[in-house]
């Protein structure tokens, strides 16, 4: 009798240990998380455990580190990660020793790319121009083709002796049926740029997916300071200059002919600070136009005023200063002169093959 009570009290005692060891070895990969513990705190502990059971770090590449939102109590570490990342659209990546931790926009972005997109090739030419001096030669920008258009002015402008006469050879002017002359933009372009009437400001050149928004800025990003509430300050920044938003979308007819359809928007500003607040100007057409494979078209109408003022008058008495006898108003006098610019975009538009075409063609 008293050897079966020692016997049952052995087996008693066993089991409790067993239970007890069972209880550890759970407990030991159990979490139990507040709702206020922010996402980086919650992986970094979840990671202590995951190191221990599996040996695999956790690196979190995800922007956001909100509170998890929900008592997470006496959970598996895997089930706790997995609750997190579900509630905060979190996706889970195991790999040999580590769990990438990413956000899942950015993944679905990625799966989202097809290498049998075809691409736009998409080139401007960004052109500044003396109003008055483009009004004289008649250029007629509507008639680009093949990087030439129409003029029915003449090429012998005022101040157009100082161009050299080879210049005006390489131009290789001709005459059309209409009667017309017809002129190389580039030519053209170096005419003006040696008489100082005009110039090329950039030539930008992008490929874009077909469908999706290419973006070209010429120009500078400036900041204004400003002050919340709170009193922080910040910066907040502007974009200047002359910026083309385009969106190029390849569309076919019954025949399989091909064209390329394009929403552009163009805008030319400039900022001018000030004591109190700076003055943004700017000026901006949009359109939607249809075009074939290597055809041009041309975007004007942005005009910009520029305004000098020069001193004329009878050498050094013109610039005494005010207070010496008033002789600078006698002997001098200011010259205001306004000119106005124009700014004509030029842009080509030619169709790519996708990236595994041109891959197999090399």
């Keep these: 009798m008293i050897r079966s009570k020692k016997t049952g009290i052995i087996v008693l005692f066993l089991i409790l240990i067993t239970l007890q060891l069972i209880s550890k070895d759970v407990s030991s990969d159990t979490i139990s998380l507040s709702r206020n513990t922010t996402i980086n705190d919650a992986l970094t502990t979840i990671e202590v455990i995951s190191i221990r059971t ?9 922007s956001s580190n909100s509170a998890i939102g929900v008592p997470i109590k006496n959970t598996n570490w ?11 659209n979190l996706t889970i ?16 972005e990625a799966e989202n790319v097809n290498l049998n997109n075809r691409q736009v ?20 920008w509507s008639t680009i083709i093949d990087g030439a258009v129409n003029f029915s002015g003449s090429l012998a402008f005022k101040g157009a002796s100082a161009v050299g006469s080879d210049l ?56 204004i300071k400003t002050v919340d509430d709170a009193g922080n300050t910040t910066d907040q920044f502007f974009s200047t200059g002359v910026i083309l938003d385009v969106t190029p979308t390849i569309i076919s007819d019954e025949e399989g002919n091909e064209a390329i359809n394009m929403k552009i928007s163009v805008e030319r500003s ?29 975007i004007g109408g942005l005009y ?36 106005e610019k124009e700014l004509v975009i030029i842009i080509k538009a030619e169709l790519i093959d996708s990236v595994l075409i041109r891959s197999a063609k090399e």
């Design 168 to 223: 005006f050879q390489a131009a290789g002017t001709s005459t059309t049926d209409s009667g017309d002359q017809r002129i190389q933009v580039d030519a053209l372009m170096a005419i003006l740029e040696e008489n100082q009437d005009g110039r090329v400001l950039a030539k930008p050149s992008i490929n874009v997916d077909s469908g999706e928004k290419g973006y070209i800025q010429v120009g500078k990003d400036f900041s």
């Design 54 to 62: 599996e040996g695999k770090k956790i690196y979190n590449l995800s």
């Design 78 to 88: 895997k089930d706790a990660l997995e609750i997190i990342c579900k509630i905060h």
């Design 270 to 298: 400039s900022a001018i600070p000030g004591e109190v607040s700076t003055e943004i100007t700017k000026s901006r057409a949009t359109s939607s136009i249809t075009m074939y494979d290597g055809e041009e078209t041309t």
């Design 121 to 140: 090739k998409i080139s401007a030419s960004v052109l500044e121009i003396n109003k008055t001096v483009a009004e004289n030669i008649g250029i007629n």
């Design 93 to 108: 990546e195991e790999r040999a020793g580590t769990i990438m931790i990413s956000d899942a926009e950015a993944k679905s």
């Design 304 to 339: 910009d005023k520029d305004e000098t003022t020069s001193r004329g008058g009878v050498p050094i008495l013109k610039d005494l200063p005010w207070w010496f006898l008033g002789l600078r108003y006698l002997f001098g006098y200011e010259i205001n002169n306004v000119s």
